[in-house]
Structure formats: C-alpha cells, structure tokens
C-alpha cells in the first residue's frame, strides 16, 4: 500500500469499513511509515476532539484543524 492509498482509506479505517486484508495492509504500513502513523495518530485524536466539539459547536479552529488534516499529505514523510 502506498502513502497516497492509506490517505484514501483512512476514513474507512476509522469507520470500520475495511476488509481484514485491506485493514492489515493499512496496519502493515503503519509499522513501517513513520509519517503515516503520526498522521493517523493526529487524525484519531483530532476527530475525536471534532465529534465532542461538533455536538456543542464547529469553532472556525477545528474547521482550519479539519482542512489541513484534509490538504495534507504524508508521501515523501520530510515535514518533521
Ligand atoms: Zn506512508
């Protein structure tokens, strides 16, 4: 699996919604794509944080928070 191609899972990864080959593979390549498991990481605990928010109120920073997850990209892995 590709960086590209687990950015394009990940909402079916925290859904539920892969097969068990398809959820390994995306686990596999957490295991070794360091900027992919931080991305993860920081997506799980992100839209957790927008689902608490979203029940009282969507601020303009978790909406910013939403896009930039959105617009980034973790191939390559140079960003810090
Ligand atoms: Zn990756």
């Known amino acids: 699996m590709t960086c590209q191609e687990l950015v394009e899972l990940v909402t079916d990864y925290f859904d539920g919604a892969l097969d068990e080959a398809r959820r390994d593979q995306f686990e596999d390549h957490l295991n070794f794509c360091p900027g992919c498991k931080q991305y ?3 997506l ?26 959105r617009d980034w990209h973790p191939a390559g892995g140079q960003a810090s």
């Not at 839209?47 to 978790?62: G, I, K």
């Open 40 to 42: 993860v990481e920081q």
């Open 44 to 69: 799980r605990v992100t839209l957790r944080l927008a689902q608490d928010l979203a029940a009282v109120e969507r601020t303009p920073e978790v909406a910013a928070l939403l896009d930039a997850f």
